[in-house]
């Protein structure tokens, strides 16, 4: 089907490079401010500096993420380009590790296929920013990698898949359920008599132990810093609104349609309903046991965006198998109908199949333009520079700042200054953990006198109104005010006693 295209058009690492290509605007002209983005990054930023997540600083994810951001941070000195440079290769990298299982498995028109789902949904599933699903997904992989058919046999592939997944843990709680996955799986296979009991069980004991050995190395350290009800209270119980929210199959539906990997296997599914010599045609290719436990992963690791469907960075965890598993389903379909059909009906499937790519290509690259037009970034690393000087002027650099802003870690991350109180984002009572102040609450520092300094980010009609609250503060424009793209206006403002001391 393929065979007749110049060998660079077929090779699926062209595939995947042109997925990156056209995805580098949003790697590397973004502007600085995807929320979670600059939580994380701030976070390892703070660690750099002394500070001890969850007892100095809030936020509800394991530790993992934060002590990646800090390493980055520690080797660039806290430059802005190093993580993205991190995403871009770590990305390839992963992306490169994807075909070469798929072709391994499943053949070369599934490696390719699979490049092209990988790689779209990888972008509109937010892998240029730093999420924790993208590391959590990485992880999951590899557990499954090392317990697949031609690695099942080695010593230590269930140990090692067990350490894997506790490391995806490390990332995100939902990585737990690429545990229960992989035990639903092989239970299964138990209960039909496909693997002995004595066999399953060790390997299952290999698998928790595995498994347990990060969450005993990192609950050892978090005695030895005295944090565990800071820790506990964080990454757990601040998590449980989460769980109790109610399922908007709408909202839910919007999503899993934004990306590829996820709506395409539905299709796939219902084919294989339908017609059975195409089901008999999947299962006839080689390795249908490693096929079914992708699919299983998969499909469970997506119940997460049941809960939260407002944003596709939380399919990250579930892409990687979903794009393998729609990949695997449309080649068989493909190859089947290779016999089946006239040579003008196989070029209408392929333009249809390729039609649907093009379509996301084109989102993704309307979305890196916009970037660039809007030239967020300059702005952005402009601001952050005056911001960062005009501090400075007054500020010795370990006096910390307040930040007032909805984007509150964006304000923190572009000053390079410590908070005054451990949250640096706002939500107040009711999301996630009733200890978070709201915007108004963090504001009564200001209102006090308790902060030597703050930047405001509001609009420009809010500003006065909100600069009539703090009669001990004095006002710092900057000439990079005005945000063009968030139609925001920042200020400075610097306790007044602290500005008569410099003049």
């Known amino acids: 089907m393929i065979r007749k295209w110049p060998s660079i058009l077929k090779s699926p690492y062209t595939a995947l490079s042109i997925c990156l290509l056209f995805s580098s605007p949003l ?63 770590f990305a390839a990298l992963f992306g490169i590790w994807v075909i070469k299982y798929t072709r391994n498995y499943w ?75 992989i035990l639903c799986f092989f239970t299964t296979k138990l209960i039909r008599g496909k693997i002995f009991f004595n066999k399953i069980i060790n390997n299952y004991i290999l698998l928790i132990t595995g498994f347990a050995i990060p969450q005993l190395i990192t609950f050892y350290i978090i005695l030895l810093y005295e944090i565990l009800p800071d820790f506990y209270d964080a990454v757990f119980l601040s998590t449980l609104p989460l769980a109790e929210q109610s399922i908007n199959i709408i909202d839910v539906l919007k999503l899993w349609v934004k990306i590829p990997a996820v709506w395409l296997n539905i299709p796939c599914f219902l084919v294989l309903i339908i017609n059975k010599k195409i089901l008999y045609k999947t299962q006839a290719i080689a390795n249908t046991s490693d096929l079914l436990l992708i699919v299983v992963v998969g499909c469970l690791s997506l119940i997460p965006s049941l809960k939260q469907s407002s944003n596709t960075h939380y399919i990250g965890s579930s892409l990687v198998f979903l794009s393998i598993s729609a990949a695997v389903i449309l080649s068989s379909v493909l190859l089947y109908i290779k016999n089946q059909m006239s040579l003008s009906k196989i070029r209408i499937t392929f333009i249809l199949i390729f039609s649907i790519f093009l379509a996301y290509l084109l989102a993704i690259i309307w979305g890196g333009n916009l970037m660039i ?99 001990k503060y004095q006002l710092i424009e900057i000439s990079t005010s005005e945000h063009p793209a968030n139609n925001t206006h920042t200020v400075i403002m610097l306790r007044k006693d602290i500005v008569d001391k410099k003049s």
């Open 107 to 181: 053949g070369d028109v599934a490696a390719y296929l699979v490049a092209w789902i990988f790689g779209l949904s990888y972008t509109i599933t937010q892998g240029y920013s730093f999420h924790t699903d993208q590391f959590c997904a990485f992880f999951g992989f590899a557990a499954v990698v090392a317990i697949s058919s031609k690695h099942s046999q080695a010593r230590y592939s269930w140990f090692l898949a067990g350490l894997f997944i506790g490391l995806a843990f490390l990332f995100k709680q939902v990585a737990v359920i690429y545990l229960v996955a």
């Open 373 to 471: 037009s809007q030239k967020r970034l300059g702005y952005d690393l402009a601001q952050m520079s005056e911001i960062q000087s005009k501090l400075n002027l007054y500020l010795t650099p370990e006096k910390p700042i307040l930040a007032l802003s909805d984007n509150a870690p964006r304000i923190y991350y572009m000053s390079g200054r410590k908070p005054p109180i451990k949250y640096i984002y706002y939500y107040g009572s009711g999301w996630l953990n009733s200890k978070i102040p709201s915007l108004d609450n963090a504001a009564n520092l200001l209102v006090k006198g308790e902060a030597a300094g703050a930047i405001l980010e509001t609009t420009k009609d809010a500003l006065p109104k909100h600069i009539h609250k703090f009669p």
């Open 27 to 89: 790697f590397f002209l973004r502007g600085i401010g995807i929320f979670d983005d600059s939580v994380f990054l701030k976070i390892g930023e703070l660690i750099v500096d002394g500070l001890v997540p969850y007892r100095d600083v809030f936020d509800n994810k394991p530790p993992g993420i934060y002590y990646l951001a800090a390493l980055i941070a520690a080797i660039s000195n806290n430059h802005w380009l190093a993580p993205r440079l991190f995403l871009f290769v």
